[in-house]
């Protein structure tokens, strides 16, 4: 069936450095949502991609969906505390159903 | 406050015995769905619905059951748990599937089943 593969499962950074999380999808994607979930918290949606290419920025958060509509990406500049959690992408597939990616974890060294 | 309510937020059972985890939103959306969240498996949706009294099966709808009478609630309902369901769950919803609209989640039921 269709999936969304989204790598690493966990990334260990220290407080300042840049974290990304990638997503690549087996078919083409109509668009792609992304959602943080804080520990011990639910899922919040972020932003959502449609176009092929398409980058958008939320203040240190940059997001991009690539040229094919296969794959897409979250790029965090510079993690404070407050970034921590599990951000997962959720593509949307031909039969508009989303297909979530298994998430990433940031997770602050201390 | 718009909102998706879940509840209980924790329930501890034992293998057999029915329970039903409620949902209720107050944003009069149309489309809402369940899911189950296991780690290293990410969130992978029980059913869905789409309106009132249509309801549709995700990728794991075995052992559950979900009805949709009224258009702001959509229990689950697990008839006979086994420990393979224990799970953190959570509820979503949005006004419309198909219009791109983000999904709203409630703050999930952790539950267990021994």
């Known amino acids: 069936g269709q999936q969304v593969m989204q790598i690493p499962q966990y990334q260990h950074v220290q407080e300042g450095e840049d974290f990304t999380t990638y997503c690549n999808s087996s078919?083409?994607?109509?668009?792609i949502q992304w959602y943080k979930q804080r520990p011990g918290g639910h899922p919040v949606f972020l932003i959502q991609?449609?176009?092929s290419g398409e980058v958008k920025k939320q203040k240190r958060l940059t997001f991009q969906f690539g040229e094919a509509k296969k794959n897409s990406s979250l790029h965090i500049t510079a993690t404070q505390t407050t970034d921590v959690g599990t951000y997962f992408c959720?593509?949307?597939?031909?039969?508009?159903?989303?297909?979530w990616g298994a998430g990433t974890k940031l997770i602050i060294k201390p | 406050e718009a909102q998706v309510t879940q509840n209980p937020r924790y329930l501890i059972t034992v293998t057999g015995k029915k329970l039903t985890v409620t949902c209720s939103q107050n944003?009069?959306?149309?489309?809402m769905s369940w899911y189950r969240q296991d780690p290293g498996l990410g969130l992978r949706q029980i059913y869905y619905?789409?309106?009132?009294?249509?309801?549709d099966k995700g990728d794991v709808p075995e052992g559950y059951k979900v009805s949709r009478k009224e258009k702001r609630n959509f229990p689950l309902i697990l008839e006979s748990p086994s420990p393979n369901q224990t799970s953190l769950y959570f509820c979503?919803?949005?006004?419309?599937?198909?219009?791109?609209?983000?999904?709203?989640f409630g703050n999930g039921t952790r539950l267990t089943v021994t």
């Open positions: 979503a919803s949005t006004p419309y599937h198909l219009n791109d609209s983000p999904l709203h």
């Open positions: 078919t083409t994607l109509s668009n």
């Open positions: 944003m009069n959306h149309e489309y």
């Open positions: 619905s789409m309106n009132v009294e249509v309801t």
């Open positions: 991609l449609v176009k």
């Open positions: 959720a593509g949307r597939d031909s039969n508009y159903q989303l297909i």
